[in-house]
């Protein structure tokens, strides 16, 4: 095997594991040692499609049919990139120059993504057959061909055998440790479950999206996050109050003293707990991300910390989807650790970013039902702000 083939090769694993910036650069390694070849661009596009940067996918999508305009799989996943950006007329045509009869996974795959984005029931009923011959085997750098037939089968209608293919994905892109492939197969059974309604699935969808909302805000995937954030803000949130009314920040010796949901426990201080109290304290007002970081913080000590602890996830972990997880973020911190700090909202940004995350593990560690809270009311960003969906007050004692 060429240098060329095993760079292909290792970026398509990196994809698959959810390291996205190795695969970009693996794959921009690939390219000049294989000349002519789409499929290191198709890697590169396909890595940059799950960053959420969708209108660059596409850009750099279009250069490649320019040298290959008839790459059915180019013209697939060109499809799924226009339906992600809502341009469904567009994404339509695509589909409909395809030949759908025997197609192989890595054009069904991205074309019933967009078919089920569409809803178009056309499309879905061809794509069915294709996808089901490639049971039980997966799509390559896509995972299990069980969540596209997941998102056809809702899109026909069929609930139940959507429900089926969808449980089947789960087990079966945490078995090959892709932790965004499980989060997208959370987010789509999710979505499964919110429209069917039946006994207990709204409990399990919100429970669903909350987990895949997690991977995708530690893996800085803005858009899924913020969609993910947003559909659980709408939702009930049993846990606003807790029976004795009482949710309280308050200072306690070295650490801080939470109650939530007829729940207490103490957890160690740290940047993350402050900020997280300050926007409690702000009362839905978005907070400057720049007003919650001090000025000596040192944005590349705090990530090396980051990074050693991930170091130490990985290594325990027992189970390979949380070491993938643990070792897709640490390739995301290595990237913006080679990123200058020149400007300083940025700075903020991010660092405000890390230490919430990495204080909302400590809660969930300590209270559960406040972490799962909490996650669905606080975003981060330039302004961070705490928005429960429902009025509530807090008791802060900093």
Not at 50 to 66: I, M, P
Not at 119 to 144: D, F, I, K, Y
């Amino acid at each position: 095997m060429g240098s060329g083939q095993r760079l292909v090769d290792q970026a398509a694993d990196a994809l698959l594991h959810g390291r996205f910036r190795e695969c970009e650069r693996l794959a921009g390694r690939a390219a000049p040692l294989r000349p002519g070849e789409p499929v290191p661009a198709l890697l590169a596009v396909a890595a940059c499609r799950e960053r959420g940067r969708g209108a660059e996918a596409e850009v750099r999508l279009r250069s490649v049919l320019v040298d290959h305009p008839d790459l059915a799989e180019a013209h697939a996943l060109l499809a799924a990139l226009l339906a992600d950006l809502g341009r469904d007329a567009e994404a339509g045509r695509q589909l409909d120059c395809l030949n759908l009869t025997h197609p192989t996974p890595a054009v069904a795959a991205p074309a019933a993504e967009a078919a089920a984005a569409l809803m178009s029931r056309a499309h879905a009923q061809a794509l069915v057959a294709p996808l089901e011959a490639h049971l039980p085997a997966g799509a390559g750098w896509q995972g299990s061909v069980a969540r596209h037939l997941g998102l056809l089968a809702h899109a026909l209608g069929r609930w139940e055998e959507a429900e089926a293919h969808f449980r089947v994905a789960l087990e079966a892109n945490a078995q090959a440790a892709a932790p965004v492939l499980v989060a997208h197969t959370r987010r789509d059974y999710s979505a499964l479950l919110r429209v069917r309604g039946e006994p207990g699935d709204w409990e399990l969808a919100t429970d669903l999206l909350t987990e895949a909302a997690i991977v995708y805000r530690r893996l800085e995937i803005g858009p899924l996050a913020e969609y993910a954030e947003a559909v659980l803000r709408r939702s009930h949130d049993p846990g606003a109050g807790g029976p004795d009314g009482v949710r309280e920040f308050r200072r306690a010796g070295a650490g801080w003293e939470l109650a939530f949901d007829g729940h207490r426990a103490e957890v160690a201080a740290g940047a993350g707990l402050d900020h997280i109290a300050e926007l409690l304290a702000a009362a839905g007002r978005p907070v400057p991300a720049l007003e919650l970081v001090d000025a000596g913080a040192d944005l590349a000590t705090e990530y090396r910390a980051r990074l050693a602890e991930l170091d130490r996830q990985g290594a325990d972990a027992a189970d390979p989807l949380a070491a993938a997880l643990a070792r897709a973020e640490q390739d995301l911190l290595y990237a913006e650790l080679a990123t200058p700090e020149d400007d300083r909202t940025d700075r903020a940004r991010r660092l405000v970013g890390l230490r919430i995350r990495t204080a909302l593990d400590q809660v969930d560690a300590a209270l559960p039902g406040l972490g799962h809270h909490l996650r669905r009311a606080i975003r981060t960003g330039t302004f961070c702000l705490y928005d429960p969906g429902r009025p509530g007050s807090w008791k802060i004692h900093r």
